[in-house]
């Protein structure tokens, strides 16, 4: 079946470090993918996506570039804050059927001031 | 716009007791999950819905776990009698359809005493 497998964490960084988290995936078709993150006490938020190869999905500095030739979908930001503390969850969904989608385990990222 | 909201946020209560969890899911989205999460298991699919009615509910760990959803804009997860292993924090999330981006609520932290 389909799954994605995440970097396990806990990932420590200084502020304005770079940070990479990888995903990869195993799926039939072409899937959509995402990352989610997940402040302290809060629900997984929809971070950014991308819905076909070699597309680059952005936001708030966070970029994840569709890799279908690897499967993979890997977070990176230039410069992390320590309010980028959180977990990153990465997340594939067909584009075809009506299947929810699968998330990864999570990768907990600290950043340190 | 109004997100998933949940309730309650909260909840400590003795082992043996009901449990009621609620969930309204964003108005005009068609599916909703439920989730648990915890630091051993992580994050958890245990029942969704397409326009009200259950497609899989696999997740569901043991019969205690019942989940209804008698209208478009209301989900409850009831767990009857509840035992200390039950202690997790329980997401609702809502979608346009099963295999779109969802929504989460900010879910509610069950104790189990």
């Known amino acids: 079946g389909d799954s994605v497998t995440q970097m396990e964490g806990p990932v420590t960084l200084s502020e304005e470090a770079f940070l990479t988290i990888n995903c990869t995936y195993t799926?039939?078709?072409?899937?959509?993918l995402f990352w989610y993150v997940q402040y302290p006490g809060e629900g997984l938020q929809l971070l950014l996506k991308a819905t076909k190869a070699d597309d680059k999905g952005s936001n708030k500095g966070f970029e994840a570039t569709y890799r279908k030739e690897t499967t993979s979908f890997h977070l990176e930001k230039g410069s992390v804050q320590v309010s980028d503390s959180a977990v990153y969850f990465c997340?594939?969904?067909?584009?075809?059927?009506?299947?929810?989608?699968?998330f990864g385990k999570g990768t907990r990222l600290s950043v340190i001031a | 716009d109004a997100g998933v909201i949940q309730s309650p946020r909260h909840e400590v209560t003795e082992m043996g007791q009901e449990v009621t969890l609620r969930c309204k899911p964003i108005s005009g989205h068609n599916s909703l999950f439920w989730y648990r999460q915890t630091m051993m298991r992580g994050l958890e699919l245990l029942i969704y819905?397409?326009?009200?009615?259950?497609?899989?509910d696999s997740g569901m760990p043991e019969d205690r776990f019942s989940a209804k959803m008698p209208n478009a804009s209301f989900s409850t997860l009831k767990i009857q009698p509840s035992e200390p292993r039950d202690s997790a924090v329980y997401f609702c999330a809502s979608s346009n359809r099963s295999n779109q981006p969802q929504h989460f609520g900010d879910g509610t932290r069950l104790s189990i005493l």
């Open positions: 819905f397409n326009n009200n009615v259950p497609i899989d």
């Open positions: 799926a039939t078709g072409y899937p959509s």
């Open positions: 997340a594939l969904t067909r584009n075809s059927g009506n299947t929810p989608l699968v």
